[in-house]
């Protein structure tokens, strides 16, 4: 079945350093790759989303590139911030049902 | 931009008791969904609804049952709360017609005593 790995259950950065966070999947079908951001007590918010291959997506300073040869959606950052500081789901959409898939979530914790 | 509503935000019950959780979405998307949080295990589906007056079982339905009577309107429901359904139980609703993303309640937080 489909799957979602995030390997990293807490990062831990200072603030200016950058970001990666890692996300790989398994699914036989054609898909689109989320990344949702939820800040404490606050719903999840979609970050970034692609279906494109090798194609560089960005939004609020974020970027991730879909790489389906090797199924991974990584996200990063050039220099992480305060505000940066949440819990990050990466998920895969299979469009024939409708549903998301999520990984197990990285909570990112930032320090001055 | 699009609005998904949850009521109540917090609520205490007890163990055996009933619990209905309620779910409003104003962004005319068919599907919704109901998941729950827990530390260590993200986000889990427990039920979904693809149209009004049907709902389909998710990965983790045990325990639950789910009412949708509208497009606008999803329920879940502990017909007998037990202390394991402790938790943040989130709803959301997508639009079949793109990348299915989905727009997310404020959650609810459940504590069963």
Known sequence: GDSVTQTEGLVTLTEGLPVMLNCT???????????????????PK?????????????????????????????LQKSSAQ?????????????QVVGQLT???GTRLQVYA | EAAVTQSPRSKVAVTGGKVTLSCHQTNNHDYMYWYRQDTGHGLRLIHYSYVADSTEKGDIPDGYKASRPSQENFSLILELASLSQTAVYFCASSDPGGSY???????????VL
């Open chain 1, 25 to 43: 999947y398994q699914t036989a079908y054609s898909t689109f790759l989320f990344w949702y951001v939820q800040h404490l007590n606050e719903a």
């Open chain 1, 46 to 74: 979609l970050l970034l989303k692609s279906s494109t291959d090798n194609k560089r997506t960005e939004h609020q300073g974020f970027h991730a590139t879909l790489h389906k040869s090797s199924s991974s959606f990584h």
């Open chain 1, 82 to 94: 305060l505000s940066d500081s949440a819990l990050y789901y990466c998920a895969l959409s299979v």
């Open chain 1, 102 to 104: 999520f990984g197990s």
């Open chain 2, 101 to 111: 993303e989905q727009y997310f309640g404020p959650g609810t937080r459940l504590t």
